[in-house]
């Protein structure tokens, strides 16, 4: 059975677009990823989410978690977020950049957990 993937970009697609937008290359923006070995991981580092805001100067979408996210969620977030986003544990901030993923988490009432097994179970 082949799945459904519902991302939208990859990190190559992605660092080629904030390259061009920033007069820099994508090789220089590999390090903006959490995890620069997996192209479709869109996890932010704190530079990435750094460069995002003061560079880019783009809009982002900032949830507060009720509880830290567990290893669960956190794998769901590998593989199944849509779009590029930004999470710090010590803080409990869930941070998006896409107007669609922020408002899906809004109509869920910011609860990540029931967004994430809700794509876990539709796709």
Known sequence: MIKFTPKRYTQSQLSKIFASQSNRTSAELKFIWN?????NSLRLSLIGYQFIIKELKLNVY???LTKPLTNKH??????LFPGPYYYW????KFIVLDEQDASWLQLMG???????QNLEDNT
């Open 35 to 39: 995890n620069h070995t997996d192209n």
């Open 62 to 64: 900032q949830f507060d």
């Open 74 to 79: 956190l794998l769901q977030l590998e593989r």
């Open 89 to 92: 544990n010590r803080t409990s």
């Open 110 to 116: 910011g609860d990540l957990a029931s967004y994430l």
